[in-house]
Nanobody, 128 residues
Framework: QLQLVESGGGLVQPGGSLRLTCTASGGSLADYAIGWFRQAPGKEREGVSCISSSGKSTNYGPDVRDRFTISRDNAKNTVYLEMSNLFPVDTAIYYC?????????????????????WGQGTQVTVSS
């Protein structure tokens, strides 16, 4: 069973940057597309970014495009989410999730049901 652990969250000032890390155990991350999702208090969980198993395809939510960058190092069983120019509205718990058999829709529309493994989340707080 693939297990995912997120790290790198914390408190950052508006305009600042953070790098989140998703590390896998119990399997090879190279077999999975990986998505980052977030859930703010009182809001539904939303897709932030995703990356194909090879790393050749990526997608971003409209609110983070041009500010966030997803990447992966399959040799290290790790996926990263570089976040820059952060706003208070980016405050949320950030989760990474793995999809073993993603479709085009999985990547384009962040289909949560297609992601079978989820991490426990890491808190990101953007505040002055």
């Amino acid at each position: 069973q693939l297990q995912l652990v997120e790290s790198g969250g914390g408190l950052v000032q508006p305009g600042g940057s953070l790098r989140l890390t998703c590390t896998a155990s119990g399997g090879s991350l190279a077999d999975y597309a990986i998505g980052w999702f977030r859930q703010a208090p009182g809001k539904e969980r939303e897709g932030v970014s995703c990356i194909s198993s090879s790393g050749k395809s990526t997608n971003y939510g409209p609110d983070v495009r041009d500010r966030f960058t997803i990447s992966r190092d399959n040799a290290k069983n790790t996926v990263y989410l570089e976040m820059s120019n952060l706003f208070p509205v980016d405050t949320a718990i950030y989760y990474c999730a793995a999809a073993r058999s993603p479709t085009v829709a999985t990547m384009m529309f962040f289909m949560e049901d297609d992601y079978g493994s989820w991490g426990q989340g890491t808190q990101v707080t953007v505040s002055s």
